[in-house]
């Protein structure tokens, strides 16, 4: 009788075989090589797929082809948000911003987040409309770009009202300015 055994590495090396299984464990070892480079060749295509198709996601919009009413529209909520928070109160959306949206922005990560930017850079003074860009695939959502000057700081920071096809807005960031939206 034969019997296989291993010791306490997982690889299968130290195996006692019978000859005349050996060829066959040879054959399988090949076979296991193979497909875990092909698994790894496939996950570096995958990779690179997605590296080269995914990347200029958005576009900027010219500045003939924006719509300034949705500019007007995104800097009065913006600054609304941003006066009403500076007093200490949460900013109450209404149908001006998606379900979701309204479901996601209580009023404690309002405040939460506020009192961090207070602490970074100080309370909110103004903004300043910079540019729109559109989302390749999703012609109907619209990201208006604005810059925001608070009292400690230095360099602006952006501001992003993202506004869906039914002229709602559906995203609101605080984040360091970028001058490409493409870019990581």
């Not at 300034?68 to 600054?79: L, M, Q, R, T, W």
């Amino acid at each position: 009788m034969y019997k296989a055994f291993h010791t306490q590495r997982d690889d299968y090396s130290s195996m006692v075989i019978p000859k005349a299984f050996g060829t066959i464990w040879q054959k399988l070892k090949v076979i296991i090589n193979m497909k875990k480079q092909k698994i790894i060749i496939l996950t570096v295509l995958l990779f690179s797929f997605q590296i080269t198709f995914c990347q200029n996601k958005f576009e900027k919009l010219p500045e003939q082809k924006t719509d300034k009413g949705k500019i007007e529209f995104a800097s009065k909520i913006a600054c609304s948000y941003f006066e009403t928070l500076k007093t200490g109160n949460h900013y109450d959306f209404k149908d001006e911003a998606t379900i979701q949206f309204k479901k996601s922005m209580t009023p404690e990560l309002q405040m939460q987040s506020y009192l961090q930017i207070k602490q970074a850079v100080g309370n909110f003074k103004s903004i300043y409309y910079s540019e729109t860009w559109i989302e390749n695939e999703k012609r109907g959502i619209e990201i208006i770009r604005f810059k925001g000057k608070f009292e400690r700081s230095i360099v602006p920071l952006e501001i992003r009202v993202v506004i869906n096809s039914s002229n709602k807005i559906a995203g609101f960031w605080i984040k360091p300015w970028k001058d490409n939206l493409n870019e990581s």
